[in-house]
């Protein structure tokens, strides 16, 4: 997936600011910067919940910026929000296969080498009666289990906003765990997280944002040692 000088404004806030970046399969690349720095916006947009002002979104060489959310999701762009959305009144099964094109899915898996159902819950340590509400599951275990929803349509690229935050340690083992199968499964992952150890452990490369503008693209140490990341980010 390619982002070309992606833009977006409310009002006088300029949110995302000539974004641009690449995601490769299998690549997990993170998104980093200061709260208000246009993370959350850059997945709105990639995920088609906000139009972009100005830029383009290529996925697989097709242009998708211009398409609804649900065409995204069917053509391979999945996501989970930061605080998990889930449907309270409604059972795990429903929750789960919820706007997931089960042809599909049950294509892939048969076809792919990367993952099956009981895999994710496995490396999610979600043993779960899918009769049960969603609501018997903690904070954590909805979060996890909101990105085990989201690999489980095998996606091209995964959005994960925020993953680890609120999470324990144990459960953040899950999260990379999680993340490692959706890498297994061929996808490529934008990680927004707050977490530099999950960041600078999992990630490939790294885009900057600060005020909505990308001030540092790289690998894990050079973003480290970067004086501009460095100055409006990870201090000293
Ligand atoms: P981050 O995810 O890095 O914390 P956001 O993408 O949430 O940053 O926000 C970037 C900027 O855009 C902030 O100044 C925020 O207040 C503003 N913003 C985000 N969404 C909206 C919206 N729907 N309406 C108005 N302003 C928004």
Not at 27 to 49: A, D, F, M, R, W
Not at 56 to 64: A, E, V
Not at 216 to 227: D, F, L, R, T, Y
Request: net charge negative.
């Amino acid at each position: 997936m390619t982002l070309d000088r992606v833009c977006k404004r409310f009002g006088g806030v300029v949110a995302a600011n000539e974004v641009s970046f690449s995601l490769s399969p299998r690549e997990v690349h993170g998104l980093i910067g200061p709260n208000g720095s246009g993370k959350t916006t850059v997945l709105n947009l990639i995920s088609g919940v906000t139009e972009m002002d100005s830029g383009n979104i290529w996925l697989d060489g097709q242009l998708i910026s211009k398409q609804p959310c649900h065409v995204r999701a069917r053509g391979g762009v999945s996501r989970t929000f930061q605080h998990p959305r889930l449907l309270k009144r409604c059972d795990i099964q429903t929750n789960l296969y919820l706007g997931i094109d089960l042809a599909n899915m049950k294509q892939k898996s048969m076809t792919s080498c990367g993952y099956t159902l009981s895999e994710l819950l496995d490396a999610a340590g979600l043993s779960i009666n899918m009769n049960d509400s969603i609501t018997t599951l903690s904070y954590g275990q909805q979060k996890l289990f909101e990105i085990v929803r989201a690999i489980l349509s095998h996606p091209k690229v995964i959005l994960l906003d925020e993953p680890a935050a609120g999470l324990n340690s144990k459960e953040m083992e899950r999260v990379v765990a999680l993340i490692d199968c959706a890498v297994k499964g061929d996808a490529a992952v934008l990680l927004v997280e707050h977490s530099m150890d999950l960041v600078m452990s999992l990630c490939n490369g790294i885009t900057v944002l600060n005020f909505g503008r990308p001030i540092a693209e790289g690998q894990p140490e050079e973003i480290q040692s970067n004086e501009a990341v460095i100055e409006a980010y990870l201090g000293r």
